[in-house]
């Protein structure tokens, strides 16, 4: 025997009951129809054809039931209609959309149901996916990046110190005038604070000078920072970024680093001074490097002197083969950083924290990471090192 169902397509009917539970009903039957005509839903025509029997303005479904039921309904009938209508109204739009959202999913063929068919589903749907991929062809090679060249030498610097027992410390690249300058013996109108060299905050002409706001000169002003904040014995080496107001040249760049170190305890000697740097270059460049002290001057350091190491391009001999070495000028020799014997000035501005300086004393000394770095690899521009040129990088991976 054959069985015919015939599915009579569903026609907004006349309310005759107002009753709320009597709305609710019929508001019920409404979403049947919904559901059951949405779930018929096989192509994008029957699915235009779906929206429109149901969201056409002129006579569509939902504009019938505000038509027949709302606008006929009896006063006191008018709110739980209004709502039963809006309810629909957004119910009517969410399948409409669900089922062209459905259109687009991929179609698998669903024999069982349960967790297990997904996985197969998904299976099907990957295999499917793979036809027409090689998998014969080699795979996609991730590049592995390299160190950049200044933070390598960063990082080996800070760790020859940290073998000696010092610790890292560091401070803010904007910085006050007061730690900038004041607090390490700068005097008021030395021309290091002009604004020839360094960068200040704009708009801070009305601020008493020591708040002004800059960019740091030099990484200097976290001895005193720490110093504040640690009572002595201290040993730091402070890495960081700072700022000058230097045009950009070979090498010159108004960004670089520096390395400071500080060391404070009872009956710290220029021989201690002497000693740890002269073992530190022979750390980082070769045991063969001699150093050489040359008298100069710092506000913040008394004596001062800048040291010197052998050239580890020439050897110290000043010329490569018949040409003359460039990086040393051909002298033989290289400057390498700025150190003294703290300034007891300095010692002043942080006397209560228990640097007295008629009990502690000690050493600075800080160094231009990069200009370490273009001798230490050979390179002969320091823009190179933040242009961000992949092919310069590259050679020190
Ligand atoms: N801060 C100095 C500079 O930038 C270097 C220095 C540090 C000198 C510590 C002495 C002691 O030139």
């Known amino acids: 025997m054959l ?13 005759t009951d107002y009753s709320a539970a009597a709305v609710q009903k019929a508001a019920g039957e409404v979403l049947s129809a919904l559901g059951d005509e949405a779930a018929e839903i096989e192509s994008e025509s029957e699915w235009k054809a779906f929206r429109d029997r149901w969201m056409a303005r002129k006579n ?33 739009e969410q399948k409409v959309e669900g089922a062209k959202a459905w259109l687009r999913a991929p179609v698998f063929e669903v024999e069982h149901s ?8 998904l299976e099907h749907y990957r295999l499917e996916k793979l036809q027409g991929v090689d998998i014969t062809l080699p795979g996609v090679r991730r590049p ?4 950049h060249p200044v933070m390598r030498t960063w990082r080996e610097i800070v760790s020859v110190f940290q073998k000696l027992g010092y610790s890292v410390a560091e401070g803010p690249v904007v910085e006050t005038d007061y730690y900038n300058f004041e607090a390490l013996n700068f005097p008021p109108n030395h021309p290091a604070r002009d604004t020839q060299d360094t960068l200040f905050i704009a708009g801070q002409q009305s601020k008493p000078q020591r708040e002004r706001l800059l960019l740091r000169t030099h990484t200097s002003p976290v001895q005193i920072r720490t110093m504040e904040k640690m009572r002595p014995p201290l040993r730091i080496v402070i890495p960081g970024t700072v700022h000058r107001n230097d045009p950009p040249d ?13 060391a404070v305890d009872t009956n710290i000697t220029f021989g201690d001074l002497k000693g740890t740097l002269d073992h530190a270059m022979k750390a980082l460049f070769g045991s063969s490097v001699k150093t050489h002290f040359r008298p100069s001057f710092f506000p913040f350091t008394e004596p001062s002197a800048e040291l010197y190491v052998t050239c ?8 490569r083969g018949a040409e003359p070495c460039r990086p040393c000028k051909q002298t033989g020799w290289i400057e390498v950083l700025g ?3 703290v ?26 990471v990069d200009r370490l770095a273009l001798l230490k690899y050979g390179v002969d521009d320091i823009q190179l090192f933040f242009q961000g040129d992949v092919r310069f990088l590259q050679q020190f991976g």
């Open 144 to 147: 592995i990046g390299a160190e």
């Open 339 to 341: 150190c003294g014997m």
């Open 343 to 368: 300034d007891p000035n300095v010692f002043e501005f942080v006397k209560d924290n228990g640097y007295d300086p008629r009990k502690v004393s000690g050493f600075a000394f800080g160094m231009g």
């Open 3 to 15: 069985l015919v169902i015939v599915i009579v397509a569903y026609t907004v009917p006349k309310l």
């Open 114 to 121: 349960g967790i297990e068919v997904l996985a197969a589903d």
């Open 250 to 262: 070979a090498s010159h760049s108004p960004m670089f680093h520096q390395i400071e170190g500080l």
């Open 312 to 319: 580890f391009i020439c050897g110290g001999s000043g010329r």
């Open 60 to 92: 569509g479904i939902l504009t019938q039931i505000n038509d027949v039921w709302l606008k006929a309904a009896p006063k006191e009938a008018k709110r739980e209609v209004g709502q039963q209508t809006n309810l629909l109204k957004t119910q009517v």
